[in-house]
């Protein structure tokens, strides 16, 4: 089993999505993008997708 993290950086927020097999959304999230400091913005909403799906960071 192969999990993917995709995340979209955009005006207003920064989108973070865990797909399984290439076929099976198992987890999205949103944080507010934080323009002064994108990898804010980014870490929040990978910490939300992450916590949702119940993964830790190192698998």
């Known amino acids: 089993m192969s999990v993917v993290l995709g995340v979209d950086t955009g005006g207003t ?14 987890a999205k999230a949103k944080a507010l993008t934080t323009r002064g400091d994108l990898a804010l913005g980014i870490g929040a909403a990978v910490t939300a997708v992450l916590a949702q799906a119940g993964i830790a960071a190192a698998e």
């Open 13 to 26: 927020y920064t989108d973070a999505v865990l797909i399984r097999d290439e076929a099976q959304v198992i």
